[in-house]
């Protein structure tokens, strides 16, 4: 019973940045791998930025590769997303999720637990 809670989202400017966080109840966050995912009205569900549990191992979105950067803090039990250059298309809601899985996937199969979500949305 992993209880994962998004914080960060908000209003940004085109061109702006934000960090998200993802803080875990979970004494064993160190041996998840975690995951941000994004959903905007209409669209499916896609896969942002996936993080393995030793931190060996990260994986990117081709869209936000070179603008977004996915870290954790295991003692903090808080995982981050850094945002940068942030345009229309990043609009969504943002989560995040845990899996047991080693590495860093991309499909959201391999991820068992998920957050409520943080809404970013970048203005023109």
């Known amino acids: 019973q992993v209880q994962l809670l998004e914080s960060g989202g908000g209003l940004v400017q085109y061109g702006g940045s934000l960090r998200l966080s993802c803080t875990a109840s979970e004494t064993t966050f160190s041996t998840y791998t975690m995951g941000w995912f994004r959903q905007a009205p209409g669209r499916e569900r896609e896969f942002v930025a996936g993080?393995?549990?030793?931190?060996?191992?990260?994986r990117y979105a081709d869209s936000v590769k070179g603008r977004f950067t996915i870290s954790r803090d295991n003692a903090a039990k808080t995982m981050y997303l850094q945002m940068t250059n942030l345009n229309v298309d990043d609009t969504a809601a943002y989560y995040c999720?845990?899996?047991?899985?080693?590495?860093?996937?991309?499909?959201?199969?391999?991820?068992?637990?998920w957050g409520q979500g943080t809404q970013v949305t970048v203005s023109s």
């Open positions: 993080i393995s549990w030793n931190e060996n191992h990260t």
């Open positions: 999720a845990a899996g047991n899985a080693i590495m860093a996937h991309s499909n959201s199969r391999y991820y068992t637990y």
